[in-house]
């Protein structure tokens, strides 16, 4: 690749070779193919190009070209185009998951759930919301009364949407929804795990008969990537690894390009000693072991209370055993008979097992898994439970992106606390308690985005909550009207109402400097109720 972006590279990719001439409509230039796999079957599904430095900047001008129609149309005309969206998403549910779950190879009940309804909802909500949280609004305009002040948003232009591969329709429509309802154009780099995914949205937006282009593709590996970051683009918005995005930031720091970073996590999960034992072990093995646990918000550290500990590890360890592994090959009669699959990424394995070792070294115990599935060919890692944890090991302090639960015992909260801090990251977490003030007084004190009760990950799927990390898991917000004010530049308006001059006009006299030095003693003194009321706010 040119550019010199070797060195800022994800993970490797299978290349082959293409030529193609230059045209209006095409890729430009003579590059690499990218095959995408169903990573369990290796069944090749599709090749797409593997884009240098200038198709990337030739798929960002035909957004950009796109972007001037769309983005002068007004907020309500856009969600209602986006209606049309969701109408043919919704109506092809069942081939859209298809197609999703022969790129992931995930169990097609949780590619319906959790990537073709999700994003059906997705547009639902942000189609309501967006007309309200996009309107021009009044402000007071306080001592210069004289004047109406107001604020308005408008589109940024191009956002770059940079996604990965453990969710991909998913992660890749929530930044394109909203900033599509905010008037910009997307340039999408889909991950090279999934770049089909790409493929997929443009024909349903095509289908909904959106602008052609209005959503364009980079399809690549890192350098892709890398190479969109430095395009010129008007927003990039990240959702990957938390390596990956301190090398966007330094890249976008060339542009001084504004970045959105939805990063890594290693959620905890709380459990109080007056839990709902049912409730809280089968949370906890959903939570961690959903997609293989290959979700940022997954569930992979769980403080309990030294007085249930035992019970909860008892019950998560008969649970995550049953578990059924498997693969489904399409959606038939038999869908349903699969709980998990394999990994969707080989190298993950790398980082399983090492951190799986490294715990065994230092005094953990697996409680059940921690292999490779022997009868099934594959990555199928199994659900895995480790316990007689501690802070010393990897697996409580890396992302391990797996299906790892590692439950420690806590004497009291305030020790669970101060571990679930104790972390580079701060996605979300969640408190397992039956009072609800005391799982409140404990959320208040975790540093996280966000924190749930009596259940897991469930703020992603309520779009009016602004979803997003602190620390190494980013910042910046998705969903909520946090998640659509991320794709527009807000513009400050002030208009004269009436008087022939100001009073702050020149000439300056010494009497203007006394009147000044008055009326601030006047109106700021605190006491003098009735006349602060006339400065607003
Ligand atoms: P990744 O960082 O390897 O890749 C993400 C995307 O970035 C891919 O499209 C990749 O091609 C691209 N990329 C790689 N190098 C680049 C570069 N130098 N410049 C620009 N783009 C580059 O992440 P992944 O393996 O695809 O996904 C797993 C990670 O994503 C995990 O850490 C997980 O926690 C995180 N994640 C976060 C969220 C969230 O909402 N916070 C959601 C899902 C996944």
Redesign the pocket.
Known sequence: MTDGLED????GTERSSRTQSPSDDSPIGATDMLTARNPVTGEVLGTVPLMDAAEVRQQVQFARRAQHHWGALDVRERCDRLGALQDVIAGRARDVTNRIAAMTAKPHVEAAMMEVHATCLLIHSIRKMAPRVLAPQRVSPGIVMNKKAWKSYEPLGVVAA??????PFT?SMAPIVSALAAGNAVVL????LTPLIGELIVELADEAGLPERLVCVATG??ST??AL?RSGVDKIHF??????GR??MA?AAENLTPVVM????KDPMLVCSDADMERAAAGAVWGAFANLGQ??LSIERAYVHTDIHDDFVGRVTEQAGALRQGYEPAYTDTTGNVDVTALI?HEQLDVIESQIRDAVDRGATVACGGRLRPDLEGDYYEPTVLTDVDHTMLVMRD?T?GPVLAIQRVANMDEAVELANDSEYG?TASIWSRSESRAIEIGERLATGSVTINDHTVSYGIIGLPFG?VKS??FGRVHGDEGLLEFVRSKAWTSHRFGPKEIYWFPIGRRDFDSAVRLTGTLYRRGLGKLQALIGR
Do not use: M, Q, Y
């Open positions: 800022e590279v994800g993970h940079i996604s990965p591969w453990n969710v992660l780099k889909p991950s090279e590996d890192g990537g890398a970051v959702t990957g690894s938390t390596e990956t090398k966007i890249g939805e990063l890594g996590g979700a940022c990424r992302e992106f996605l990390g898991s980013g």
